[in-house]
T-cell receptor, first 113, second 110 residues
Framework: EAQVTQNPRYLITVTGKKLTVTCSQN?????MSWYRQDPGLGLRQIYY???????DKGDVPEGYKVSRKEKRNFPLILESPSPNQTSLYFC????????????FGQGTRLTVV | AQRVTQPEKLLSVFKGAPVELKCNYSYSGSPELFWYVQYSRQRLQLLLRHISRESIKGFTADLNKGETSFHLKKPFAQEEDSAMYYCAPRRDNYGQNFVFGPGTRLSVLP
C-alpha cells in the first residue's frame, strides 16, 4: 500500500532532550516536506527536500534540522526541544511536477514540557 | 512574496445550504491549484485539483486568474463535510513549491 509513515504518533518529552521524528514513504517520491499545524495558524512548512541530499528551509525552520540521506526517509530532528515546539507535525511527499498531489503521514503529536 | 489567504478561519452553515470557501493567492507565474481536506483525527488528503476539472463529493472549485482566486463551492452542504479545508497552490518544481493556506474550518450544522 502506497503510504507515508510517521513515527511516533504521540510523544511527550522534556525541554532540551533531543528527539527525532521519522518519516518514510514507499512511493519513490522526490519531494518531501515537514509541516507543523497549530490552531489558528494552519499548516506551516518547516523544511523541504527536493531529492537526496537536497534540503532547504521553509517558513519556520528555527529549532529544527532535517536530513535526506535516502530517498524514502526524511527525519525531523529537534536538537533541544522547547515548549513552543509543542504541535502537531505532518510529513508529506510528492512526485516532481506541479500537477502531482502531496501524500501526508498520519501526524505526530508532540508535547514538550 | 508568495501568499495564500483564506479569509475565513471558521465557516458555519446549516445542512442543505450552499457553501463557499474562499482562497486567494499571490504567486508569480501560473501555479497549479489544489484543495486538501482534513477530517477529524485524520491525515490531510487531496480533495480536488484544478487541472482535473473534477467534482469530488459535490465540491467544485473555479479558478479565476484575473482575481487570482480558487474558491471551493458546494451547492448543498452535508454534515459529513465538516472538516478543515486547505487551499494549496503549487508553483513549480524548484524551491518552496507546496505551501498551504491557513485553512478554513467548515462546520455544517444539522
Amino acid at each position: 500500500e502506497a503510504q507515508v509513515t510517521q513515527n511516533p504518533r504521540y510523544l511527550i518529552t522534556v525541554t532540551g532532550k533531543k528527539l527525532t521524528v521519522t518519516c518514510s514513504q514507499n512511493m519513490n517520491h522526490e519531494y518531501m516536506s515537514w509541516y507543523r499545524q497549530d490552531p489558528g495558524l494552519g499548516l506551516r512548512q518547516i523544511y523541504y527536500s527536493m531529492n537526496v541530499e537536497v534540503t532547504d528551509k521553509g517558513d519556520v525552520p528555527e529549532g529544527y534540522k532535517v536530513s535526506r540521506k535516502e530517498k524514502r526517509n526524511f527525519p525531523l530532528i529537534l536538537e533541544s526541544p522547547s515548549p513552543n515546539q509543542t504541535s502537531l507535525y505532518f510529513c508529506a511527499s510528492s512526485l516532481e511536477g506541479v500537477r502531482t498531489e502531496a501524500f501526508f503521514g498520519q501526524g505526530t503529536r508532540l508535547t514538550v514540557v | 512574496a508568495q501568499r495564500v489567504t483564506q479569509p475565513e478561519k471558521l465557516l458555519s452553515v446549516f445542512k442543505g445550504a450552499p457553501v463557499e470557501l474562499k482562497c486567494n493567492y499571490s504567486y508569480s507565474g501560473s501555479p497549479e491549484l489544489f484543495w486538501y481536506v482534513q477530517y477529524s483525527r485524520q491525515r490531510l488528503q487531496l480533495l480536488l485539483r484544478h487541472i482535473s476539472r473534477e467534482s469530488i463529493k459535490g465540491f467544485t472549485a473555479d479558478l479565476n486568474k484575473g482575481e487570482t482566486s480558487f474558491h471551493l463551492k458546494k451547492p448543498f452542504a452535508q454534515e459529513e463535510d465538516s472538516a478543515m479545508y486547505y487551499c494549496a497552490p503549487r508553483r513549480d518544481n524548484y524551491g518552496q513549491n507546496f505551501v498551504f493556506g491557513p485553512g478554513t474550518r467548515l462546520s455544517v450544522l444539522p
